[in-house]
Every structure is written in structure tokens, then in C-alpha cells.
């Protein structure tokens, strides 16, 4: 097979391309990482499973990495056994600073805790674990997190149906923060010797939705014995953020018992529970959220009208708005966005059209964010995955990572190196996919696993390091100029 791919070139030099191809393979990849540089303005860090991934390697490892998650049902949090779980007991940052949980009554002892809703006589609306689907309050599955189906702030509020709402009152009780339940160790980094919750400055964080605007109180719960601190909040109309005191947890033995939030402002108050933050301000380290549900598409996150393509389990378009995902982002502060995108997507040529629109949208609402694009596994394509179209996605993510326009764009190629380490799909799915598509709890450690060793392999790498798999695509007049005059730069 041929090193280099040459596409849209007028004029070609043979006797150049035949050096290219004769040359040892390491000077051939110099070759290539210097003409890119020429082209793209910059040096553009590759090794064999990443590209331009130094970027946001060493904050991911021990800085202020704040990741939210684009994804689909892979990534979903309320889902037992997926990456977010994952993610948990396989990724070693140095500290876990932070981390959002699924809005489900179930899944506790992936998630650590459960947020509950809908509880109180005197409150109605859509239970947080029964969707967020305005259309179906029944449908369950891979619930859609933290945007959810637009417009998902009013269609699923809760709402009090009473005047007489005091905080306390369990008729009025509209939402229930449940502490760690399980497997608090997965919230321990490599150099915390205790998890958030036990940490010296502990912090409940809430972003609330109000169409109405009102009053709530809250109970905050620190652990057992069960100290409680009382705190009142005057909601405005539209998104807002309350946060608990600062509680020092540290001597702190049990962690039972539960944060709740009352309605206290009158018949008609309505409020959405969109994220919730469990962190420990004491440390610098790795946050975690969520946007997205099961069945998206990259188009999912990139529209936001009903030309959205339709979720299977709904019958309809799920999408949302610009005012919903920043309210997520500047929740989070969020600085990475990792985006695990593609296997509902039935051809390359969707991702495609889709991924600079999911870029600039994001780009839009937030600066100075970087984006990591990651190469899905083969899996589903109504159960039959076709590698020639996994692979076209990791060809695309490859030459958009670090290109001109693309410079805050990195690649972890999950992909190859599943295939390098495990072997086709064939292998591997029965012990790490629970039905073909979805990662059992297994699947989703060895994958969260191989990830974070890219990342590690990233990080210890020098800028501009040459490295990745021929072939390589030259695309162009001036990136085939650039080849060829970087020829001579190696001896």
C-alpha cells in the first residue's frame, strides 16, 4: 500500500513521490509532520493513536480539565455499565474535582447517587426518571441529560399545586439529592486519599430552570450523623444556579441521607432540576458532565429546530437550544469538549456534514474551550458494523485534527487501538459489549482504559512529535508543495 493518498493535486512529481515511498518509514513521517506544520501554521503533536491531543492531555491528567460529554446512549450516565462508569474506574487523573450525576432514580451504584424527583403530594409534573420526553412521560431508556428534548425546561418541570409550601413539608418536596451510595472510591484520583465527598470543601451545585421564578428551600445534607443546613433561594425566570454552603466533610464517617428541595413560593411555581454538581473546591483536577441522549446523531447536537433527526423510543426530533446547552457549559465552566459521536450515524458522510457545525456552535457559546473528537468502536449498524465506515471516521477526525481552522481540535484514535490491543470486532464484543452497541461494565473499563492510555501516551510526548499510520492524505496544492520542499529537510 502507497504511503501517501494524493487528492486534488494538478501536478505531480513521480521521482519525488518514489523518494517518499524508498526513504526509511521515520524520515517519510518527518517529511509528512513538516509539511503539515508548514500548512497548518503550527507544530502538530502525532503519535500512533492521537493526533494534536497535547493539547489538552496534561490538564486532563493534573490541571483544570472541566470535560462535557457530547454523546449519545455509549456515554449516557443513567445507563448501568456504560463509559460514564467507565470513565470512573479507569481514568487516573491526578484528582476527581467534580462530577454531575445522572438525573435517574436508578443506576446508583454505577453513578454513586441518585437524584430524584416529583416526590411531594402537593407537586406534579415528569419525574426525573422517567425521561425527559415531553411527549411520552413514560419512556425510560436512555434518558436525555442535562438538555434533553427541546424545549425541555418547561415541558418538564414540576409544579406546585398548593399556596401553603414551607421547607420541611414533605408534600411540597420537589427534588432529593441522594449522597454516595457505593463505589465512592471510583471518585478518588491518583493522589487524593479521599473522594469528593469527603473532601475539606465540599459544595452541592444545582442549575435550576424557572419559567415563573419563586422561592425554594433546601436541606443540605453533609453525611452522617446527618447535619443539616437550611438555605433559601429567590429564583429568577429562566436559569439559575444555587450552591450549598461549604461543608468540611473530612471527619465525616457515613455518607447516607439526602439533600431535598422544597417549594416554598406559592400554587403555580414551576422549576426544572437540568444538572447537578457534586465537588470539592479544595482541589484542581477533572470534572465531568453530560449533554446528549440515546439514538443522537452528531445532527442531534448540531440543529435545533424538528429538522433534528427523529430518536428512536420518541417518534420525534430531539434537539435543543443555544440558551440551554451554554446554561450547562458555563455551569460546568467547561474548558474540553469530548465529543463521542457516530454509531447511530448509518454513513461517514453524515459525521461529515455535521462536525464543523457541532465545533462552531460550541465555539459560539463558550470561549477558549478545546475539542477532542474520538474515534467510536465498530458496533451496531443494526448489529453489523462495517469497518470500511468506522474507519473513514477515524480518516475524517485524523486530517480535521489540527488542521488549519482546526488548531483547538485534538484526535484519540479508540478505534485503532482497540483493534491493535483486542482485535476485530468479532473478538472482543460478546465480553465487552452487552447486545453488539452498548458496553458492559467490562467493555466500558477496557475502553476507558485504552483511552486514557492515548492520553498518557500523548502527554508524554514532545510537541510535534511524528508519528500515526500510513497512508496519509495530501489534499491539495499547497500541502503537495509543502511535501515536496520539506524533502530536502531530511538528510
Given at each position: 500500500?502507497p504511503?501517501f493518498?494524493?487528492?486534488?493535486?494538478?501536478?505531480?512529481?513521480a521521482s519525488?513521490?518514489?523518494i517518499?515511498e524508498?526513504?526509511?518509514?521515520?524520515?517519510?513521517?518527518?517529511?509528512?509532520?513538516?509539511?503539515?506544520n508548514?500548512?497548518?501554521?503550527?507544530?502538530?503533536?502525532?503519535?500512533?493513536?492521537?493526533k494534536?491531543?497535547d493539547?489538552?492531555?496534561?490538564?486532563?491528567?493534573?490541571?483544570?480539565?472541566?470535560?462535557?460529554?457530547?454523546?449519545d446512549?455509549?456515554?449516557?450516565?443513567?445507563?448501568?455499565?456504560?463509559?460514564?462508569?467507565?470513565?470512573?474506574?479507569?481514568?487516573e487523573?491526578?484528582?476527581?474535582?467534580?462530577l454531575?450525576?445522572a438525573l435517574?432514580?436508578?443506576?446508583s451504584?454505577?453513578n454513586?447517587?441518585?437524584?430524584s424527583?416529583?416526590?411531594?403530594?402537593?407537586?406534579t409534573?415528569?419525574s426525573?426518571?422517567?425521561?425527559?420526553?415531553p411527549?411520552?412521560?413514560?419512556?425510560a431508556g436512555t434518558s436525555?441529560?442535562?438538555?434533553g428534548?427541546?424545549?425541555?425546561?418547561?415541558?418538564?418541570?414540576?409544579v406546585?399545586?398548593d399556596?401553603?409550601?414551607?421547607?420541611?413539608?414533605?408534600?411540597?418536596?420537589g427534588?432529593?439529592?441522594?449522597?454516595?451510595?457505593?463505589?465512592i472510591?471510583?471518585?478518588n484520583?491518583?493522589?487524593?486519599?479521599?473522594?469528593?465527598?469527603?473532601?475539606?470543601?465540599f459544595?452541592?451545585?444545582?442549575?435550576?430552570?424557572?419559567?415563573?421564578?419563586?422561592?425554594i428551600?433546601?436541606y443540605?445534607?453533609r453525611?452522617?450523623p446527618?447535619a443539616?443546613?437550611?438555605?433559601?433561594?429567590?429564583l429568577?425566570v429562566?436559569?439559575?444556579v444555587i450552591?450549598?454552603?461549604i461543608?468540611?466533610?473530612?471527619?465525616?464517617?457515613?455518607?447516607s441521607?439526602?439533600?431535598?428541595?422544597?417549594f416554598?413560593?406559592?400554587a403555580?411555581?414551576?422549576i426544572s432540576l437540568?444538572?447537578?454538581?457534586?465537588v470539592?473546591?479544595?482541589?484542581?483536577?477533572?470534572?465531568?458532565s453530560y449533554?446528549?441522549?440515546?439514538g443522537?446523531?452528531?445532527?442531534?447536537?448540531?440543529?435545533q429546530?424538528n429538522?433534528a433527526?427523529i430518536?428512536s423510543?420518541t417518534?420525534?426530533?430531539?434537539?435543543?437550544?443555544?440558551a440551554?446547552?451554554?446554561?450547562?457549559?458555563n455551569?460546568?465552566?467547561?474548558?474540553?469538549?469530548?465529543?463521542?459521536?457516530?454509531?447511530n450515524?448509518a454513513?461517514?458522510?453524515?459525521?461529515e456534514a455535521y462536525?464543523?457545525?457541532l465545533i462552531?456552535?460550541?465555539?459560539?457559546?463558550?470561549?477558549?474551550?478545546?475539542?477532542v473528537?474520538?474515534s467510536p468502536?465498530?458496533g451496531?449498524?443494526?448489529?453489523?458494523?462495517?469497518?470500511?465506515r468506522?474507519?473513514?471516521?477515524?480518516d475524517?477526525?485524523?486530517?480535521?485534527?489540527?488542521?488549519?481552522?482546526?488548531?483547538?481540535?485534538?484526535?484519540?484514535?479508540?478505534r485503532t487501538k482497540i483493534i491493535?490491543d483486542l482485535g476485530?470486532?468479532?473478538?472482543w464484543?460478546?465480553?465487552?459489549?452487552v447486545d453488539?452497541?452498548?458496553p458492559?461494565?467490562?467493555?466500558?473499563?477496557?475502553?476507558a482504559s485504552?483511552?486514557?492510555?492515548?492520553?498518557?501516551e500523548?502527554?508524554?510526548?514532545?510537541?510535534?512529535?511524528?508519528?500515526?499510520?500510513?497512508?496519509?492524505?495530501?489534499?491539495g496544492?499547497q500541502?503537495?508543495?509543502?511535501?515536496?520542499?520539506?524533502?530536502?529537510?531530511?538528510?
Amino acid at each position: 500500500m502507497p504511503r501517501f493518498n494524493y487528492i486534488n493535486v494538478t501536478s505531480r512529481d513521480a521521482s519525488a513521490e518514489a523518494i517518499l515511498e524508498d526513504m526509511a518509514e521515520l524520515r517519510a513521517k518527518k517529511i509528512a509532520l513538516w509539511s503539515e506544520n508548514m500548512t497548518s501554521g503550527g507544530a502538530v503533536q502525532e503519535t500512533t493513536y492521537s493526533k494534536n491531543l497535547d493539547i489538552v492531555a496534561g490538564d486532563l491528567i493534573s490541571g483544570n480539565a472541566n470535560i462535557m460529554v457530547l454523546g449519545d446512549s455509549i456515554n449516557n450516565p443513567s445507563q448501568a455499565g456504560y463509559m460514564r462508569s467507565g470513565y470512573m474506574n479507569s481514568w487516573e487523573p491526578n484528582y476527581w474535582r467534580g462530577l454531575c450525576p445522572a438525573l435517574s432514580n436508578g443506576n446508583s451504584g454505577q453513578n454513586g447517587m441518585q437524584i430524584s424527583g416529583a416526590l411531594g403530594a402537593n407537586v406534579t409534573g415528569v419525574s426525573t426518571g422517567n425521561g425527559p420526553d415531553p411527549g411520552n412521560p413514560a419512556f425510560a431508556g436512555t434518558s436525555l441529560i442535562g438538555v434533553g428534548v427541546s424545549p425541555q425546561e418547561t415541558n418538564t418541570a414540576l409544579v406546585t399545586t398548593d399556596a401553603t409550601g414551607t421547607i420541611g413539608n414533605g408534600n411540597f418536596e420537589g427534588f432529593r439529592l441522594n449522597n454516595i451510595e457505593s463505589g465512592i472510591d471510583a471518585y478518588n484520583g491518583t493522589q487524593q486519599t479521599s473522594s469528593i465527598l469527603e473532601g475539606t470543601q465540599f459544595q452541592y451545585r444545582c442549575l435550576l430552570f424557572s419559567p415563573t421564578g419563586g422561592d425554594i428551600g433546601v436541606y443540605w445534607r453533609r453525611g452522617s450523623p446527618n447535619a443539616t443546613t437550611q438555605s433559601n433561594y429567590t429564583l429568577s425566570v429562566g436559569y439559575n444556579v444555587i450552591e450549598s454552603p461549604i461543608f468540611d466533610n473530612s471527619n465525616y464517617a457515613s455518607y447516607s441521607g439526602a439533600s431535598q428541595i422544597y417549594f416554598t413560593g406559592g400554587a403555580g411555581e414551576q422549576i426544572s432540576l437540568l444538572n447537578v454538581e457534586y465537588v470539592d473546591l479544595a482541589t484542581t483536577g477533572m470534572r465531568m458532565s453530560y449533554m446528549g441522549g440515546g439514538g443522537f446523531q452528531v445532527a442531534n447536537h448540531v440543529l435545533q429546530d424538528n429538522s433534528a433527526p427523529i430518536v428512536s423510543g420518541t417518534g420525534r426530533p430531539a434537539w435543543y437550544g443555544d440558551a440551554s446547552a451554554q446554561a450547562n457549559l458555563n455551569f460546568l465552566d467547561a474548558n474540553i469538549v469530548w465529543i463521542h459521536l457516530g454509531n447511530n450515524n448509518a454513513n461517514e458522510a453524515d459525521v461529515e456534514a455535521y462536525i464543523p457545525g457541532l465545533i462552531n456552535r460550541f465555539r459560539s457559546l463558550k470561549s477558549d474551550m478545546k475539542f477532542v473528537l474520538v474515534s467510536p468502536y465498530d458496533g451496531d449498524l443494526a448489529r453489523n458494523p462495517d469497518p470500511a465506515r468506522f474507519q473513514a471516521q477515524v480518516d475524517y477526525y485524523k486530517d480535521l485534527a489540527g488542521s488549519s481552522g482546526y488548531t483547538d481540535v485534538g484526535f484519540l484514535d479508540m478505534r485503532t487501538k482497540i483493534i491493535d490491543d483486542l482485535g476485530p470486532y468479532a473478538n472482543w464484543q460478546a465480553t465487552n459489549l452487552v447486545d453488539g452497541l452498548h458496553p458492559s461494565q467490562a467493555g466500558a473499563n477496557t475502553f476507558a482504559s485504552i483511552e486514557w492510555d492515548i492520553i498518557e501516551e500523548s502527554n508524554s510526548a514532545p510537541a510535534g512529535s511524528p508519528g500515526g499510520s500510513f497512508p496519509i492524505t495530501i489534499d491539495g496544492d499547497q500541502e503537495y508543495s509543502a511535501l515536496l520542499a520539506c524533502i530536502k529537510r531530511v538528510k
